[in-house]
């Protein structure tokens, strides 16, 4: 894949070898991801995560997450700083889209404001607002959430709670947060039934909650409860959806505070909304 003869770089499928450069970008950026995320995402499409490259030297980034025949996300757009302004954010988004467009599927992903003004020109429609909320360290209470730790043989009874409400089956980024992190997944069963769950990962810089869904707020805070006692951060990201009408005051209540707003589009025909309502907090704009 590559430019037009006026621009020099080029575009290509993402190797392993290319992680630790992808991680140096994330890091000229600030973002929250870590080296660990990186296989996660090659992972998830070897075929779907591209890199450009220019002189030899990787200088951007993006990566796409197909959920089942349904839709896919396009995420992770990062260009060197001291290479933008060349067109290679938006041929490297171009090279994500049409990658899931090419498997019929519709493009979904979560917006800052500045990159709402580039995605409308390229025919997205705004679903929904989401917004990023972040607590120092919070004094969980001590008694028991009435959770239960998550594992691997969970995920055929995890996928089957989750798939109504993301949209989609997402089994093998379930998979890969119990297998990358083992020890930060709590359920809650109701007379024997799943009422909601909650999973979390490791960031360069905080702590990040999510996926996190629950059908109920009771059953949403006392896995946030399970999840703060086990983890006790210092600093905690969650991102939110805005149909979801508990969560902001819940948070709140907690000491988080509001970061700053994302905006979920999406590129071609929504049949697969899920049930946001249902969300107390996204894997993160990356995820989904």
């Known amino acids: 894949m590559s430019a037009s003869d006026s621009i020099s ?3 290509r499928i993402m190797k392993p070898e290319d992680f630790p450069r992808c991680h140096w970008l994330r890091q000229q950026v600030g973002w929250n991801q870590t080296l ?8 998830y499409d070897p075929e779907g995560c591209f890199v450009a490259e220019k002189e030899g030297l990787v200088v951007g980034t993006v990566c796409t997450i197909p959920y089942e025949r349904k839709f896919g996300w396009v ?11 060349q067109g290679i954010g938006t041929f490297l988004l171009n090279a994500g889209i049409e990658h899931l467009e090419a498997q019929g599927l519709t493009v979904k992903l979560d917006a800052t404001p500045q990159g709402k003004l580039l995605y409308d020109t390229l025919g997205f429609t705004d679903e929904y607002g989401a917004a990023r909320y972040e607590a120092g360290r919070i004094d969980a209470p001590v ?18 709670f989750d798939k109504p409400i993301f949209g989609a089956s997402r089994l093998p980024v379930l998979r890969s947060y119990l297998e990358i992190d083992p020890k930060l997944g709590f359920c809650r069963r109701e007379n024997g039934r799943l009422t909601g769950y909650i999973l979390a990962r490791e960031g360069s810089n905080a702590f990040h909650i999510g996926p996190w869904t629950a059908t109920n707020a009771d059953c949403a805070k006392r896995l946030l409860f399970a999840m703060l006692q086990r983890r006790q951060p210092e600093r905690t990201f969650i991102d939110i959806v805005e149909p979801n009408l508990h969560v902001i005051p819940m948070l709140e209540s907690l000491g988080f505070v509001f970061q700053r707003p994302f905006i979920r589009m999406f590129k071609g025909l929504n049949h697969h909304p899920g049930q946001p309502e249902f969300v107390y907090g996204m894997s993160g704009p990356e995820l989904g």
């Open 9 to 11: 770089f080029r575009v």
């Open 36 to 43: 660990a995320d990186w296989r996660r995402f090659l992972g």
């Open 75 to 85: 995420a992770m757009v990062i260009v060197d700083p001291a290479q933008q302004r």
């Open 143 to 160: 008694e028991d959430q009435g959770c239960e730790e998550l594992t691997l043989d969970d995920l055929e009874e995890l996928e089957a």
